[in-house]
């Protein structure tokens, strides 16, 4: 690629124009490597400056570099002031704004430059910082009456990320058309040089920490708490955190992987910081089976997101994302106040199983489905998520206490996990065992995933048009309907079988969630055995698909 004076240009003004001495001098470098023709650097000068970002799924998220395209403190400066004046349009001049941050690279800079930007332009300021859990924020917006809450994080991200997320006035995530306006506003707005700003000192609000904790230490609804757990923050910031709430709800006996304990923005020890991913979990299991744990529990690094690790016959395994789902979701209906909850809202993704709706109807709840994100499912209904008493996403997000946190909390799930686990143990039964007796009453329900990681997102818009065009007509020789609820989204449905192909709304990857569900006619593991080459079947046909 040939550099253009316009993209040369373009760097020269943001360069101009950044308020970080650094980040200026890194993109000089890159600059200059172009200018002097160097292989591949105007290819990447053109991709920094090919931005701004947009909001997605759960907010920005991109790459710690200098230039529009990237998380860096001009581009931090610049949405914080298009944040501001979108409060103002919103009639929330002067309100409180919640503000809280991880432990990833540029974090503290960037929680700094948005408490200072909020400040200068008449906002009051909640300021948390610590680091701590995106929960904690997400909590404080609907506990202090804020008008906003933003938390500096990119959550499951590579290392190399990290990003910032936006809460409403009810503490929930931003939908349109208000990511559409912000994004406007930002792009208004003048170069971040010339952003009114005032210096601040870092500090945390310990009252709503402590009322964070207080109402995530009342959720058990059992008495038992004789329970050896194990626990790893996978290097995030919710090891201390989630370890002070589980010792307030009476669950002493824990045990952190030590060498993920420490929040670390490089996560040394895991190629992707997700609990999701291959790998990830070993030295957890590892530690659980030597401490002999009855739980095992990974947070993800803004402790967001919640796995649970189980020991069954063939000794520790994680459990799926609709495994957890369909166990917490089944706990918090089977001991929900009706008196207080009088017409109760489960909620799951589209992606999700399909399972918590034959749990609700078995409870005689509402249940509704929704598109992939928590900003939808606590939307859940009628649009506000009326009577929400818990949803779930199969990655690993979990809503247990909606009324608190409109949000996913890995540390008040596990706190829920802990009570159902604890008076199973009581009562000399297993999470296992739980997840047997509802596939008995309501089939097996197996789900898997194929992703397609890319470095290039044209190959999944690609593979989606293909897809659009002639999708596939049947699956593991059941034949198949394609639906699109949306653009971007293919469903493939028939008789006990269900595909979902998306992009992913974080990550460089093409998803595809698996779903087949067969009855208990004879036996469990006689179903189960029929519902598992079903799955291989469909997972060798999607993944053929896909190209994997």
Known sequence: MRLTSELRDKAFRWIADDVDPDARAELQKVLARAMGGIEGAAEELADRMSGPLTFGTAGLRGPVRAGPNGMNRAVV????AGVAAWLAHKGYTSGLVVVGRDARNGSPAFFLDVVGVLTAAGFQVCPLDGP??????AFAVRHLGAVAGIQITASHNPPADNGYKLYDSAGTQIVPPDDRLIEAAIRDMVPAVSVPTVPVTPSTRSDVVEAYYARVASLPHGTARDLRIA????HGVGGAPAVEALRRAGFTDVHVVAEQETPDPAFPTVSFPNPEEPGATDLL???ASSVDADLAIALDPDADRCALGVRGPDGWRMLRGDET???LGSHVLSTL?????????????IVSSSMLG?????????????LTGFKWLVRAGDGQGTGLVFAYEEALGNCVDPSFVRDKDGISAAIVACDLA???KAAGQSLLDVLDTLATTHGVHLTDQVSLRVNDLAVIRSLMSRLRTAPPTTLASVEVTAEFPQPDILRLSGEGVRVIIRPSGTEPKLKAYLEVVTPVTESLPAARAAATARLSTVHSEVSALLGV
């Open 285 to 287: 299991l590892s530690l």
């Open 77 to 80: 400066i610049r949405t914080t």
């Open 358 to 370: 034959k749990i609700a109807a078995a409870h005689g709840v509402r249940y509704d489905e929704t």
């Open 325 to 327: 789902g369909t166990l």
């Open 422 to 424: 604890a008076t199973l």
């Open 337 to 349: 106040d009706r008196v207080a909850n009088p017409d109760p809202l489960v909620a799951a993704t």
């Open 132 to 137: 701590l859990p995106t929960p904690m924020t």
């Open 231 to 234: 626990l790893t923050p996978m």
